[in-house]
């Protein structure tokens, strides 16, 4: 139980594109889900936190206009890197936390390595 | 704010052996939860234990198991039996009760274990 999953795995993109990254909780309802980049041998950043229906609440320094995040659903949220840099070129993980079952428990997916030229 | 250290960067162990990684915190908030994670080269990190502050029984998983201080604020692993599978980075994590949602990190200890 309490897997997530994310897609895509991988991205390359070229400078100025869009890139949409997709979340899903797959066999539980995420009432909370979170954001984050890891730069290479580093810890994980959080960039925002977001709850079904709601705007999502970002972490200081994080652009909301650049990495917007919509959590329309209690299985999905998506993150969607515009204008992308070769600077925004990273790992993404997303993780969520139920509503119903070891609420103060995170459940991450695999990541997302993002590649901008 | 709260703030978790893990002092060894990086630790080795022969496969069969036992291993132990600290994990320090500051809070002072009194009902929270401790949780180590682990991220192997795929990347994906796994929850490895959770233990919550207002037990006093320390949390196992099969062969891995935790030293919960309250008092002292330490929150160590301990690896039973080793595996090669166990190669990876290990993260302290702490979550307080209620308020912020927010998980707060420690910097990750690299474990390699040998054959």
């Known amino acids: 139980g309490a897997v997530v999953s994310q897609h895509p795995s991988r991205v390359i993109c070229k400078s100025g594109t869009s890139v949409k990254i997709e979340c899903r909780s797959l066999d539980f309802q995420a009432t909370t889900m979170f954001w984050y980049r890891q730069f290479p041998k580093q810890s994980l950043m959080l960039m925002a936190t977001?709850?079904?229906?709601?705007?999502?609440?970002?972490e200081q320094g994080v652009e909301k206009d650049k990495f917007l995040i919509n959590h329309a659903s209690l299985t999905l949220s998506t993150l969607t890197v515009t204008s992308a840099h070769p600077e925004d070129s990273s790992f993404y993980i997303c993780?969520?936390?139920?509503?119903?079952?070891?609420?103060?428990?995170?459940?991450f997916g695999p990541g997302t390595r993002l590649t901008v030229l | 704010a709260q703030t978790v250290t893990q002092s060894q960067p990086e630790m080795s162990v022969q496969e069969a052996e036992t291993v132990t990684l600290s994990c320090t915190y500051d809070t002072s908030e009194n009902n929270y939860y401790l949780f180590w994670y682990k991220q192997p080269p795929s990347r994906q990190m796994i929850l490895v234990i959770r233990q919550e502050a207002y037990k006093q029984q320390n949390a196992t998983e099969n062969r891995f198991s935790v030293n919960f201080q309250k008092a002292a604020k330490s929150f160590s692993l301990k690896i039973s039996d080793s595996q090669l599978g166990d190669t990876a980075m290990y993260f302290c994590a702490f979550k307080a009760q209620g308020g912020s949602e927010k998980l707060v990190f420690g910097k990750g200890t690299k474990l390699t274990v040998n054959p």
């Open positions: 993780s969520a936390r139920s509503g119903s079952f070891n609420t103060d428990t995170q459940y």
């Open positions: 977001s709850n079904e229906g709601s705007k999502a609440t970002y």
